[in-house]
Structures are given as structure tokens and as C-alpha cells.
């Protein structure tokens, strides 16, 4: 099959990005001065007690999928409230933006970002709560959203990619190897997915359906399910498609890099981004360390999916509710 280049808003390459009106965005006075009234009112909506941030945030809903595929609002005074407040509010206008799904067996749908100091060989370990460099990946969601609260005190970056730009950029340079990244890759049941019964699913990396692209990448999933016994290992030349496509990811044109600031505010759409993060050194004091809080969000105006995908998302439909970890079943 001969693929086209796909022509969207969400092509871009990092310094392009910078230049977006839809990307970097920040609050205004009004925005701050409804959002101080929002952490004071005691029943509280944002739609209520801050319709203008309501208004700013389903402009930010839209383009997440019809434009750039990622917005970062700066700005929030964070010595305005407590740390309780502050998840309340990020909940809140993560509700308007999507519908928050679970993180974790417990149901977390606010999920804090940490170094928690497992072990390299603790079940209990995912990249978020590790200090370590997290490589270009996709979060089970349709869009994933942080907020950070404390930096580290040194490292942290983020880096952003264009998934689109990424298979334009392959289709011109490696089309043997697009081809093996738009068939079924496998994956295995992440550790901390112990409510899900399937052992692995197998999705695409790169995918078209109903005439819509979506991109969606966990490389460690994919090397842990080659590694098992249990099940057939990759060939080389989908090992090679893999390392092309990170390869690609890693050029300093085609993503872009930053780091949030205390008080920033950031949401990715997943089937047209990929993001990763540098390591980081953090503050010996508890209280100085660096913290995100983190939402996954299924999207009212989210994109219909392969039925591929149905093994780790569920619903594939178009504004779907979808993805997330299933929590524990009650005994």
C-alpha cells in the first residue's frame, strides 16, 4: 500500500511549535483574578467561578485535536492555596477540557509524579515516580495532562514530538520500515495493570482509520513482550523500524524542548504526539522535591480508532469513553 504524507495543523516540527498560538499560551488577569475567586468560593465549578478560564479551556479542548495537538497554559500563583486546593482545581479543569480516567488499580484519576524511590526491580515502579530518563513514548489515554507544582533542581526537561511530522519523516526517508510500523506490534500487560486479564495486546504504532491518523508508542511494553518466552520475538527488522523511529524522534529539529515551570499547566494530545523526559537531580528536602500532578483524559472530541487498539483502550469510537487502567475488582 503507497501511504501519503498527512497534511494537518498537528505537522510540525520543534521550532515551529514555538511560534503557535495554540501551543504556549498564558493566563491573563482576568483568568487570575476567576481564579482566586474559585479557590475562595467553597462550592465551586469552574464553569461557575471562572467562565472566562471555561471559555480559554474548550478553545484548548479543540485544538488538542484539530490543531498543534498540545497546549501549555502558564501563569497560576501557587502560593495561593494548599497543595488539596490546587488538585481540586487541576480536576476541575480537567474536567472541562475531557473526563478524567483511572491511573491505577486504586482508581487514581489524579496521579502524583514523583520520585518515590522504588527499586530498579520493584513491581510497584513506573517511569513517572523514578528519576530516570523516560524515553519518547504515548500514555493510555487521549490526552494526558500535568501540572507542575515543584521543579527539580536541576534536569526534568521535556521533549515533545510531532507524531505525524515523525511518519512524514519516515515515509520520505525509510518506507520498508513505516510499513512494518503500521502492522500490529505486541505488547505486554504493564506491572501495574493487574486488573487487566489479557497478558498482551497487539496495536499498531502508527495507524489510519475512517480517513483519521493516530500514533501510539510504549516501547517498554514492546521489549518486554519480545522477551518473554512465552511469546514469538520481534524480527530484526522490526527491531530496526522501532530504533529508525526513535532514531528520528531524537533529532534535535523535529521535537521541541522545554521545562515546566512551577505554576504551568500542560496537555498532549497522544495520537498525534509523543513526549519523554530528561533525568533529573532533586532537592535533598522533602518539601523542595519535584512534583506533577498528572491527569489522563478521554476526549469528548476524540478521533475514531482501529479495533486494534480495543485491547488496551476498550471503546474505540469516536468520543468514546476510553483507555486508563482498570481498578481492582471488589472481592
Known amino acids: 500500500m503507497n ?9 510540525w516540527r520543534g521550532h515551529e ?17 476567576e481564579i482566586k475567586h474559585f479557590l475562595a468560593t467553597p462550592e465551586r465549578t469552574i464553569e461557575k467561578d471562572a467562565p472566562h478560564l471555561h471559555a480559554r479551556l474548550k478553545t484548548i479542548q479543540t485544538a488538542l485535536e ?27 479543569v480537567s474536567t472541562v477540557i475531557g473526563t478524567p480516567i483511572s491511573q491505577s488499580v486504586s482508581g487514581e484519576t489524579i496521579f502524583s509524579v514523583r520520585d518515590a524511590g522504588f527499586a530498579d526491580n520493584d513491581k510497584r515502579a513506573r517511569g513517572p515516580n523514578t528519576r530516570k530518563k523516560l524515553s519518547f513514548h504515548t500514555d493510555r489515554c487521549d490526552v494526558i495532562g500535568f501540572l507542575c507544582l515543584q521543579q527539580a533542581k536541576s534536569g526534568g526537561e521535556n521533549q515533545l514530538v510531532s507524531s505525524p ?14 510499513r512494518l ?75 521541541h524542548t522545554f521545562r515546566q515551570q512551577p505554576g504551568d499547566m500542560l496537555f498532549m494530545n497522544n495520537w ?15 518539601e ?10 478521554s476526549m469528548p472530541n476524540s478521533r475514531p480508532l482501529d479495533p486494534m487498539f480495543a485491547g488496551n483502550y476498550g471503546a474505540t469510537a469516536a468520543g468514546a469513553i476510553r483507555g486508563g487502567i482498570q481498578a481492582a475488582r471488589a472481592s
Request: overall charge negative; hydrophobic content about 45%.
Open 3 to 11: 501511504y501519503q504524507a498527512v497534511d494537518h495543523p498537528s505537522v
Open 272 to 286: 498525534v504526539t509523543m513526549h519523554r523526559r530528561t533525568a533529573f537531580v532533586d532537592h535533598e528536602s522533602l
Open 288 to 297: 523542595k522535591r519535584r512534583h506533577i500532578l498528572r491527569v489522563w483524559l
Open 17 to 33: 511549535l514555538e511560534n503557535r498560538t495554540d501551543w504556549l499560551q498564558h493566563l491573563t488577569e482576568i483568568d487570575l483574578k
Open 66 to 92: 484539530d490543531g498543534c495537538g498540545a497546549a501549555m497554559l502558564r501563569g497560576l500563583e501557587l502560593n495561593q492555596a494548599t497543595l488539596e486546593n490546587w488538585r481540586l482545581f487541576f480536576e476541575q
Open 165 to 178: 511530522a515523525l511518519f512524514n519523516e519516515i515515509l520520505k526517508e525509510r518506507p520498508d520500515l513505516l
Open 181 to 255: 510500523l503500521m502492522q500490529p506490534y505486541r505488547y505486554l500487560r504493564h506491572t501495574v495493570d493487574a486488573a487487566n486479564d489479557l497478558p498482551f495486546t497487539e496495536q499498531p504504532i502508527f495507524s489510519f482509520f475512517e480517513g483519521y491518523f493516530a500514533a501510539n508508542f510504549l516501547r517498554v511494553l514492546i521489549d518486554r513482550a519480545d522477551a518473554d518466552p512465552a511469546l514469538p520475538d520481534m524480527t530484526a527488522s522490526q527491531k530496526e523500524a522501532l530504533d529508525f523511529l526513535e532514531t528520528v524522534a531524537a533529532k534535535p529539529e523535529m521535537h
